[in-house]
């Protein structure tokens, strides 16, 4: 697994400590009915969601939870280069019917954590992401695991994190800090809940050292009143 995601997690620091705060935070969202099922996407490209959703999916196992980390961005497939996984056998393979679960599943370095990759880039994403089998799976994953973390492409290139969204509990933002545009925040929660999906709330991410004190002491000077 990528040595950074291990160290980072492990570790006393602030990115560890900001994991925990949105593990708590995503485990408090939803008070009545328990979060089983999370999409996490952004606007664009880059912003951080695979990185985002594998710290996540280490922090939630190390809470206690069985988790999977399942890579639905068949269009640019990240999750198993974070975990130093290798992409043969996969989600797309499990669809079209070449590949059994048990077979795909593969363990992490984290105990409690498993992760699906995409496998086989298909030709048609958005026609698998939409299908019935799809919607099978993530039930059928229900079954074996606590919390099934679901990686998507960005929002507003393609409908892939739309047709995700419908068929979850929560759908988790990713922001890039000075990059991304409050508009295109706006617009990608207005896509998901659009659809019927649920927002659950937005990750700042890429903050820099300067302005993450900045904030954090503001915060605190805020509670202090
Ligand atoms: N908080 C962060 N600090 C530093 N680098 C980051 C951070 N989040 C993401 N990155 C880096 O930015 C690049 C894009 O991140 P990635 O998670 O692949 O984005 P996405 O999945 O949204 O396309 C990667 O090289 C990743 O290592
Ligand atoms: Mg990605």
């Known amino acids: 697994m990528d040595k950074k995601i291990t160290s980072i997690i492990n570790s006393k620091s602030r990115e560890a400590e900001a994991f925990r705060t949105l593990r708590t935070n995503i485990q408090y969202s939803s008070l009545d009915e328990e979060i089983k099922t999370l999409v996490v996407t ?6 951080g969601k695979s990185t985002v959703i594998s710290n996540l999916a280490v922090s939630m196992a190390q809470a206690g939870k069985k988790v999977l980390l399942v890579d639905c961005d068949f269009r640019k497939p990240t999750i198993h280069k974070k975990f130093a996984l290798s992409n043969n056998n996969g ?3 499990i669809i079209i019917g070449d590949a059994k679960i048990e077979e795909c599943l593969k363990a992490t370095e984290t105990e409690r954590l498993y992760v699906l990759t995409c496998g086989t880039i298909p030709p048609n994403p958005s026609e698998m992401l939409g299908s019935k089998a799809m919607r099978k799976y993530i039930n059928d994953f229900k079954e074996i695991f606590d919390l099934i973390l679901i990686d998507a492409p960005p929002v507003l290139a393609v409908t892939d994190a739309q047709l995700l969204a419908v068929n979850v509990d929560g759908v988790v933002l990713i922001s890039s800090y000075g990059k991304t545009e409050k508009k295109a ?3 990608s929660k207005e896509l998901i809940e659009n659809v019927g999906g649920k927002v659950l709330g937005v990750v700042l991410n890429m903050v820099p050292t300067k302005a993450n004190e900045y904030y954090y002491s503001k915060y605190y000077g805020h509670y202090g009143k």
């Open 42 to 47: 952004s606007s664009a490209p880059s912003e």
């Open 91 to 93: 989600l797309t393979n």
């Open 185 to 187: 925040i706006i617009k």
